[in-house]
């Protein structure tokens, strides 16, 4: 399959696929003429690469998981991408609180809500250790 045809395919532009190859993610075969000529194994490649992506991982530590036959190093490389990912949807989580808080408050000027103006007084005051009990007990703001 022709490099044109492995874009098509997957929807992506060739530029992206000479880009995995430039990383070494992806090998593809040569014909005599010197073109790049994609086989199975290569369309299964593109395929484990875009779900890795849609998991959230990033191009270096997919070639670092698909690189290695080891698999202690893999399972450590797979904890730290877990640990990056809970850390990311904590941070959604509280970015969407703080969205819903400031929607759900009745002040037309959100910076006149009471949740949000204790939790600019706790940034601008943090040695008094109330941020920390202030944000725990306060919806977001």
Known sequence: MSIGALAERFGL???????????????PARDPA??????????????VILRAKEAG????????????ADAVQRRALLSEEAEALRS?????????ALIECALGCGR???????????????RLDPATGLGATRRQSSSAW
């Open 57 to 68: 991982l990033s191009l270096d530590a997919i070639r670092s998981l698909v690189g290695t």
């Open 13 to 27: 532009a060739t530029h992206v696929l000479r880009h995995w190859e430039a990383m070494g993610l992806l090998a």
């Open 34 to 47: 010197g073109r790049r000529r994609y086989r199975a194994d290569d369309l299964t490649r593109v395929v």
């Open 108 to 122: 037309e000027d959100v910076t006149q809500c009471p949740h949000f103006q204790r939790e600019v007084a706790d």
């Open 88 to 96: 990311r949807i904590a941070a959604a989580q509280a970015s969407l």
